[in-house]
């Protein structure tokens, strides 16, 4: 199992992103994939987090600014950040669950950095 994540970069606060994270792996609507971010000396953390069941959680720090969503026709979750603020600046990952397999996977992290 490979996962791609995407769509980070250096944005002004009040700006948005959208990171994707592509998974190679049969069944991907059988997963849960979840968004976590790691700021520097800081330890990671769950962002947001959709279940197969299309079940969302999000941390408190990013209610009503970040959207999850998954399109399993294309093996992909997305996070969409809006008003982003400085201290969304840190490396995201993206994680995928699988309850089929008992497993569970790690992207390669990609960075946001919001400037003030």
């Known amino acids: 199992v490979q996962l791609q994540a995407s769509g980070g970069g250096l944005v002004q606060a009040g700006g948005s992103l959208r990171l994707s994270c592509v998974a190679t792996i049969t069944m991907f609507e059988a997963t849960h994939m979840g968004w976590y971010r790691q700021a520097p000396g800081k330890q990671r953390e769950l962002v947001a987090r959709?279940?197969?069941?299309?079940?969302?959680d999000y941390s408190d720090s990013v209610k009503g600014r970040f959207t999850i969503s998954r399109d399993n026709a294309k093996n992909t979750a997305y996070l969409q950040m809006t008003s982003l603020k400085p201290e969304d600046t840190a490396v995201y990952y993206c994680?995928?669950?699988?309850?089929?397999?008992?497993?569970?996977?790690w992207g390669q992290g990609t960075q946001v950095t919001v400037s003030s």
């Open positions: 959709i279940l197969s069941s299309g079940s969302i």
């Open positions: 994680n995928l669950v699988a309850p089929r397999h008992a497993s569970f996977y």
